[in-house]
């Protein structure tokens, strides 16, 4: 899998649990400076039982409207294929950040993106590392939660419960998952009205007696597993870029070469908009945001598709092209194409047929 959207060590080296950006484990600031414009060191607060991280302020990036590079410094002098991967912000504190890395593990910030630490020091530290962390999700009731996949790596699915430092897999080798899909999964999935319920797509074929492509759910928070069979006479097998997408209990999304949904939890599945022309956008890292009316938004290869269900999709036109992310602020919706770094194109919820080019680093 290439690529996903995006985002020195003192004392050991990434893997081995070092604190990069000059910053100590226990007792060191992340920045000698402390938070751009706090006019010093930042103060020092204990974040989960992991390394001491610098409490900033948010206001001391740039003004809104401008892009400022907030990549981590170690990730920029330790260059991968892919780098810096899936940005993840706590929705109770939205100073909190994480970045997940290519082979560089977790890094978190408290103060916007100003000052980063590598957080996975604990528990599978060099597991966690060892892999392309292009998937990931935080859990928004319990937010010091997330789930993370390491595409190419030690594989499996990892969750945390320490805000990134302790990482442990969810996916025993001795269970039916595993032995039915191996543990190389693609995609992780939460249902947004029950944090516990999580689904997962896998880099590879399932094996008989299931269908070639199933999903694992659990209704636990990954405690215990289930497989769900999608239907063979639909996609024969897996993809590069699949992708599945839950927008509640039963209502889900499956993106593979087309776009597919199922209101039943995956009793039966029936393809979005059957001209084909929709085709969601690779590497996976597509996502459906919703605005206050409840209509949906994907970004797509073909641009932004809407839906008032989640069910029964329309293209916009003049939308953009090849669009994977989808967000919106509160006023506007976003999406970022392909291209890297990307290119931003954004309408507000007031008119969705309007899309603007944004100017963003790297485009005239």
């Known amino acids: 899998m290439s690529g996903g959207a995006g985002i020195t060590s003192s004392g050991g080296s990434s893997a081995e649990g070092g604190a990069p950006d000059g910053a100590s484990a226990g007792n060191a600031s992340a920045s000698k400076g402390g938070a751009p414009g706090s006019g010093g060191e930042a103060p020092l607060v204990s974040d989960g039982g992991g390394p001491t991280l610098p409490l ?7 003004e809104v409207g401008k892009w400022e590079e907030v990549t981590p410094k170690y ?25 997940m890395t290519d082979s560089n593990g977790v890094f978190k910030s408290l103060d916007c993106g100003a000052n980063w630490v590598k ?3 604990g528990r599978s530290a060099k597991d966690v590392d060892s892999g392309r962390i292009w998937g990931a999700i935080i859990d928004p009731i319990e937010p010091d939660t997330l789930y993370a996949l390491t595409g190419y790596g030690h594989g499996g699915l990892w969750k945390t419960t320490n805000g990134g430092v ?17 543990a ?31 999903f ?19 996609v024969g097998g897996w993809g590069e870029g ?24 995956g009793v039966t599945w029936a393809k979005v908009i059957s001209d084909g022309g ?46 994977c992310p989808m967000i919106g602020d509160g006023t506007r919706l976003f999406a970022g194409t392909l291209n890297n770094p990307q290119l931003v194109y954004a309408a507000p919820y007031s008119d969705t047929s309007t899309w603007t080019k944004l100017d963003t680093p790297g485009f005239p």
């Open 119 to 121: 957080i996975n020091t």
């Open 166 to 182: 302790d990482w442990d897999q969810v996916l025993p080798e001795d269970g039916a998952v595993f032995k039915t899909a191996g």
């Open 75 to 99: 990730v920029k002098e330790h260059p991968t294929f892919t780098g810096s991967l899936v940005p993840i912000v706590n929705p109770a504190n939205p100073s909190i950040v994480y970045t």
């Open 56 to 62: 900033g302020k948010c206001d001391g990036l740039a």
């Open 216 to 234: 694992g759910e659990s209704k636990d928070a990954g405690a215990t597993w289930v497989l769900r069979d999608f239907p063979k006479e639909l």
């Open 242 to 265: 699949s992708g599945i997408i839950m927008l509640s209990p039963t209502l889900w999304l499956y993106e593979e070469g087309g776009l597919y949904y199922t209101a039943d939890a």
């Open 278 to 323: 929709v085709n969601p956008c690779f590497p996976g890292d597509s996502r459906v945001t919703q605005t206050p009316d409840g209509t949906y938004y994907f970004g797509t290869q073909q641009g932004v598709i809407k839906s008032p269900d989640g069910i029964h999709w329309s293209r916009i036109p003049n939308s953009g092209s090849q669009l």
């Open 184 to 214: 190389f999964v693609e995609r992780v999935a939460m249902d947004p009205t029950n944090h516990k319920h999580l689904l997962i797509n896998f880099h590879l074929n399932c094996a008989e007696p299931n269908t070639p492509v199933c």
